[in-house]
């Protein structure tokens, strides 16, 4: 039984056994009983060995092809028509909202690791996962998730017997900010309120949505049913009578298939996700739903304009956190205001970065302000509970050794620390001063999960795999291109101890679901968002069950030297927006402008994967003052870099394929390796605007003049990306690249000086002539 017995199915007979009321059928030692007898493959009590049979059966069910098929399946398999089974989707919603309303980076990493706390130990919490292998972390926690079950969540004036319903085996995903269960039918609204409930109890003013519903157990291998099955009933024949009606054809999405595959594809699991989705982003909306709170009054905090307020200006400061010249763990640098919520955050940050005491005691500063949260003990300052991104790549390095024990150089694991502000990392950077946003996302996952994904058991194992792969590509992207950089305080770095430290040169924000946030060194951003899309690939291939099905060919397409492309083999990828920015660039602003970037690259993936590129995309910016955008990104490219010459003309080339972008980065060394003159890089690129043969006379000439490095720069800016779209044409149309789709000429020359400063130069032996450096050419 235990080869073929799924934890999913554990849960969904400890659901059935359990029954509708609030109180289980059988005794409750009876259901662990049978818990523990699946899960090690022994013989069940008698008593519930026939809802285990029927489960049994649930996973084996034939799609039945006619309504009479399904009317014989559903008097045949009785238990499961009649018994009810509740399904709770829910999280954190307005996320960035809350995350970036802060402006200081030990805030923004507060915020993002109490979310990630409550979704990734919290939640999880409630059903006991302490004891359950597959979630680490809560074992790790183990004391404080016992804490959350039985001082917050079975107090009286909470859900008092909501924990003794809930069992591990009844999750079915708990990332990316949300989490959707299984659970007992009579549980189905308090489970939906208690995740509701721990969010604003723990954050006091982010915003949560949580839903349920009750559906019989054999929808979840058929979608939803009506209550009877009747001659008027919905099913394939009516379907197929009129599958191109426009309701029909939009709800059942047959796009690229045939009406009978589209029905059984829509007739899954997936159906009940969608029924819950559909009642979130009403909740969400502010719609109220019969016997629960009412969800349009998010929490506020009353503000008033004589009042002091927080580091944030969003609410009335409570205490400041004043630092003593004569006592150091007193205050905070900076002596900043504090509000309640704004302090949890800062108090979260400090032990996600391990800056408190190593005794073990709450920070002074804390104390002090007499503030009172049921978490703030000093038994959960232990590790586990509170988990930061980059103690997990310390984890990840240790765990993979041999493959990356290069990243500490001569330096000892233990010596080096976590980045402690946004200056910290810039002051790793190749141009000190700048660092990169980099906000990368997967691609048509929910187009996958339509296509692909059947039942519970597929839809745990998808997001578990996801999960995997993008947090791994980032720790192998990280430990790749990264090293520890040593880093001197001054006055103003926020660190008491000026003595020089050694840092790891980045800040992950945020890793959930699919989705990932960091801040890196400007000048290994592009190579750190390149490699994470492609091992975002390369780990899901070798997990298994995500390759191509038809045989992969070399995209076409590829503006850089197509035939040096790898063909994608993966059926999921991921796009990134990256923004290289001044390191005091405000960081909700920097946000927003990487978000509108992911965006762009989103869009022109779908538009490639049209055209038969399965692969990911990125687009970027070079920011080198704040004032740089005054508006969005797609109208400044539109309105500013978007000409009418006779011939249209973009002077810019992004986005960009994975391919193009190691491309534009092999471009930028050749030209550093043939020393070309920087001040004609700037000289060129103001040529751009006149048109495209002056632009062209020019750069020739430039390039006749070039003492070395020709062929470099033939071979990886010529060859590679300007040959024109005429095979007959041997020549080439260097700086300009044909779009024979869009008619237009575009450019990656703007966007090669943009980041010229931020490649690492190859060293060369000969060095250019002086008087051609100073060469400046007559308009």
């Known amino acids: 039984m235990k080869s073929c017995w799924s934890a999913i199915a554990t849960g969904i007979a400890w659901c059935l056994a359990w029954g509708e009321g609030r109180e289980p059928q059988f005794e409750i030692g009876v259901l662990r009983e049978m818990r523990g007898a699946l899960n090690s493959g022994e013989e069940v009590p008698e008593n519930v060995r026939e809802i285990v049979d029927r489960v049994r059966e649930l996973e084996k069910l034939e799609f039945p092809e006619t309504l009479e098929e399904l009317t014989e399946l559903t008097k045949k398999h009785s ?7 509740g399904l709770v989707y829910g999280g954190a919603t307005k996320i960035k909202h809350y995350v970036f309303e802060a402006a200081k980076l030990p805030d923004i990493r507060g915020a993002s690791a109490l979310l990630d706390r409550i979704n990734l130990v919290d939640l999880p919490a409630f059903f006991g996962c302490e004891n359950d292998p597959s979630y680490p972390q809560c074992q790790k926690a183990k004391k404080y998730c016992q804490q959350v079950k039985w001082e917050w969540l079975d107090k009286p004036e909470n859900f008092p017997e909501l924990s003794k319903a809930l069992i591990s085996e009844l999750i079915i995903y708990s990332t990316g900010g949300n989490i959707l269960a299984f659970c007992p039918a009579a549980f189905t609204d308090d489970l939906a309120d208690a995740i509701e409930k721990r969010y604003t109890h723990e954050t006091l003013t982010a915003n949560s949505c949580a839903v349920g519903a009750k559906f019989k157990a054999l929808e979840i291998q058929l979608g939803l049913l009506p209550d009877e099955i009747n001659a008027r009933t919905f099913w394939k024949e009516k379907y197929l009578e009129n599958p191109a009606h426009p309701l029909l054809e939009a709800y059942f999405e047959q796009l690229d298939t045939s009406p009978e595959k589209a029905f059984k594809q829509r007739k899954t699991f997936n159906e009940l996700a969608g029924k819950l989705a559909a009642l979130f ?14 969800r349009r009054y998010p929490p506020m905090f009353e503000t008033h304009p004589y009042l002091r307020r927080d580091e944030s200006d969003r609410r009335s400061a409570v205490f400041q956190a004043k630092s ?22 800062r108090l979260i940050g400090q032990i996600a970065k391990q800056e408190i005491p190593s005794s073990g005691r709450l920070p002074t500063w804390w104390v002090d302000s007499e503030l009172e949260w049921d978490f703030a003990t000093p038994e959960n300052l232990e590790p586990g509970a509170v988990e930061s991104w980059v103690n997990k790549f310390e984890g990840f390095l240790r765990e993979t050794y041999e493959r990356y024990n290069g990243y500490y150089g001569e330096n000892r694991a233990a010596e080096v620390e976590e980045a402690r502000s946004v200056r910290e990392i810039g002051d790793a950077s190749l141009v000190k001063g700048f660092v990169a946003y980099i906000y990368a996302d997967g691609n048509n996952m929910g187009g996958y999960i339509q296509k692909e994904i059947k039942n519970p058991q597929q839809y745990q194992r998808f997001s578990r795999d996801i999960f995997e792969a993008t947090e791994k590509s980032v720790y ?74 038809k045989s992969s060919q070399i995209y076409a397409g590829h503006r850089y030297s197509p035939q040096k ?48 590129y399965c692969g990911g995309t990125m687009d970027f910016l070079v920011m080198k003052s704040v004032t740089t955008i005054s508006s969005n ?31 534009l980065i092999e471009s930028v ?11 004609q890089l700037y000289q060129i690129r103001s040529f751009l605007e006149r048109g495209k043969q002056t632009t062209i006379l020019n750069y020739r000439y430039f390039r ?54 931020f490649i690492e130069p190859e060293k060369n032996s000969e060095p250019i002539s002086e008087d051609l450096a100073n060469m400046e050419v007559d308009s």
Not at 79 to 85: A, N, P, R
Not at 281 to 294: E, H, I, V
Not at 633 to 648: C, H, N, Q, V, Y
């Open 79 to 85: 238990v499961l028509w009649e018994s009810k089974i």
């Open 281 to 294: 982003n009403q909740r969400r909306n502010g719609n109220d739903f019969a016997d629960r709170p009412s």
């Open 324 to 345: 003593d010249p004569n006592n150091q763990n007193k205050g905070l640098p900076g002596d900043p205001w504090f509000s309640e919520a704004l302090a949890r955050k």
């Open 476 to 549: 192998v992207a990280l430990a790749k291109h990264l090293k520890p950089h040593k880093y001197k305080p001054d006055s103003d770095s926020g660190r008491r101890n000026k003595e020089e430290v050694w840092i790891h040169p980045f800040e992950i924000l945020t890793i959930g679901g699919d989705d990932v946030m960091l801040i890196v060194p400007a000048d290994r951003a592009l190579a750190i968002a390149k490699t994470i899309g492609e091992e975002f690939e390369n780990i899901l291939l070798r997990i298994g069950g995500y390759k191509l099905d």
């Open 565 to 612: 492309a790898t063909p994608s083999q993966c059926k999921l990828s991921m796009s990134a927006g990256v923004l290289i920015a001044a390191e005091d660039t405000p960081i909700y602003y920097a946000e927003n402008l990487t978000n509108q970037l992911l965006k762009s690259a989103k869009k022109t993936g779908k538009k490639l994967k049209d055209a038969g």
């Open 633 to 663: 990104i797609e109208s400044f490219r539109d309105e500013g870099l978007t000409l009418d010459r006779g011939a249209k003309l973009k002077l810019y080339a992004a986005p960009y394929t994975l391919h193009e972008i190691g491309g």
């Open 669 to 679: 060394k050749a030209l550093k390796k043939a020393e070309f003159p920087k001040s």
């Open 704 to 757: 006749t003049r070039l003492k070395q490095g020709k062929a470099e720069l033939k071979a990886e800016f010529e060859e590679a990306w300007c040959k024109p779209k005429n095979k007959e044409n041997t020549g080439n149309l260097a700086p300009w690249m044909f779009d024979l789709k869009d008619k237009v000429y575009e450019t990656i020359w703007r966007e090669i000086v943009d980041i010229y400063d």
